[in-house]
């Protein structure tokens, strides 16, 4: 399975040039779009969402990645290997938390270049090919790289990463590492734990860990970006 | 052939993993998305405009249907056969003209449960497996379940629906129910039937039978959700 | 392979319906879809568009192109073969360009209808099947048919013809026919060349050739739409 993690939306043309790309190197294969509208050229609130999610999917699965403002500059094009799955995309801090959290990793530059190279979409010309030679099991022309890693980015980012089609707002701090008495703050209002939408009244903020163990902030019956103005990049605070 | 029929958005984690689960437990059945921005939250609008839609569909297709608003609360895991098609989804009136309508339909609650049950996404992890299942000719695990029935909707609802992609607002009125003649009447605005787009003038409003048998109002050349002040939920009458 | 090219959107129910109808009549065709945010009911911008973004895919494709204002109108559903690629879709003006730069082309009125032909919805009743039977290599009853020009459209057209996922404004204008020299000039701004993204400073506006050889302009870190105030239609001119 060859999942896509991109910036690209799904309408427009890039996502489909992709996987017109894909069908034609690993037509066996199938393309799952997982995120088409990850945090829009930004590689660092993208690299929490994404390894909270790959996370859940099956062991073999490569994960085509493409966050990446500095097309056509000089970050390097890399494929990953970690924990036995396999990540290919630009090496600009996307797969921070993919190497921190792996328990075995290893990092490769891409070395295979297409005849054709665009400027502007790697995504298409170069990882895709990638993707599907992984997919299919084969190994393309790689050399040893030292990725840039990003050591002052926290384990736990307190700030929104996402806002989904509800309104509700991603934060980049695992459930896992809070506990359930804790209270966050952000745009001035107190926001408590609840399990689920029907705990609290309509109208009403709570937090949760979502479906991907991420603590999500949601209004019952209501769009919590609205309703509290939350956006990428809002700060969160634990106030307890 | 496994349609869904959600308010997840395309984009976003929702409808990627659900397809990763159909995939993983049946991978010979394609998914194909019908809406994926069905009226969120709202089950009663959904549920006209699932009737309408679903009917085209050939004998034999599963709906994989997640407007679900209770998630976490009481309401009960349903799955329902329908005149040779099956329905799999939450019990919240979402399948009520599904029922109405069926010539022969039978409802049982969902007693397989997955291992790992998220409060939030029941769709990838209870009704997706369970749509799979039944795509394959399996039968999951059931029991014997009334359901919740809604005799105070009508049959037809003089209400928007569903707002598309060009400004057209469609309505729970079914066409077959209504004379050519009808005039309808919303935001201080008489509308009058026509054939088609080209059957009038530049800006024009007027209602049509659209193509899934449901009144639907639109303005040639422009957005009858911006000309009218439209959104679901707006009130029509019927003037004459 | 068959190739959507529309202005359906991709959620509501008008893409799914017709993937579903592709599935049915031909279900080895993988079905991609290019763009199914085409520019809504304008023949003309989408005719420059589908003629870049066609003339990536590989020989034997079938793209199935519906941009079709006039539906339910006298304008006439073709079939067109370019280059050993299909086109499916309404005359009116979209096909231009493929029939402008083609070395061999040969166009045809579909004379095969459906048993039921819906008013407004010819890309699932008509099109879509026809497409399907060509991608299995048969050909549907035909026609000879002069097709409809637009000979007083420009070979490249100095007007944003799309807007992309991160505000990137496309026009219709072929890269190859502009020297790198040449200064763009819309919104009272000049907009000079250059390779890519990371060349110009965070916040300034450039030109440069997109990965499908079109003239785009964008703004590094930023939105061009929002900053240059950009939409489908916005002249441009060469200032140089």
Known sequence: MIVLF????????????????LHRDAPAAPAIDLFADAPAGNPKAAAYLLAAYAAWFPIGTVFLCVVDPGVGGRRAPVMIEADERWFVGPDNGLFEFILRRAKRAQVAAIAWRPEFLSVSFHGRDLFAPVAARLAKGETPPSRAHQPLRHVDWPDDLAEIVYIDHYGNAIT?????????????????RSIAHAETFSAVSPGAAFWYENSNGLVEIAVNLGRADAVLGLKIGSPVAIAT
């Open 172 to 188: 980049g701090l695992r459930a896992s590492a809070m506990a359930k008495e804790s209270v966050l703050s952000t745009a001035s």
């Open 6 to 21: 991109t910036d690209f939306g799904l309408e427009g043309p890039y996502t489909g040039q992709m996987k017109a790309v």
